[in-house]
C-alpha cells in the first residue's frame, strides 16, 4: 500500500499514445516479476504502443498515479463478434493490498455494462489466490477450464457489481 499512499491523484484512463513509456515499463516489470499468472498478449514495448495506438471496439484502460501506470486492465472479444468480453487485470506489485484492484474491477463492469455486456468472463489460475478471492468476493462463478485453470462468470445486466 505504501506505493499509493502518499500520493493524490489516482484516474482510470483508457489507453492514448501519451501513456506508451509509461506503460511499456509497466508491462516491463510486470513480465519481470509475474508475468506467468497474466499473459493476453506479450508484455513488451512494442505491445504497448500497439495498444495505446489502438482503434478498435475492445477496451482497455490503466490506473495512473502521477503519470505512472500502477494497474492495465481490458474489456477484449468485442472485435470477434463476441457478446461476452473477456477482463484481465494486473497491478503493480507496489499497488497490490491498496484496494485498487477492486476499484479497477467495478470500473471494469461499469465499462462491460455501458458497453451494453449482458456479462463477462474472465481466467484464472488457481494457484492466484489473492485473484481468486477478489473474483469470488466480487460475485464471479467459476467453471473448471483444466488442470491449471478456471473460468469466471459474471451478470453485470442483472445486478452484479
Known sequence: MSGLADR???EFRALAPDLVQSLGDFF???AASD????HPHPLTRESARQLCEYQGRDLYFVAVCDSRVHGYGLLRGWDEGYAVPSL???LSPDARGSGLAR???LFLHSAARLRGAP???LTVFRDNVRAVALYRSLGYRFETKNSEEDVGF???LSGGS
Open 103 to 105: 476499484a479497477f474491477m
Open 8 to 10: 493524490t491523484a489516482l
Open 28 to 30: 516491463e516489470s510486470l
Open 154 to 156: 459474471l451478470d453485470i
Open 119 to 121: 456479462r463477462i468472463r
Open 88 to 90: 484481465g487485470i494486473a
Open 35 to 38: 508475468g506467468a499468472f497474466f
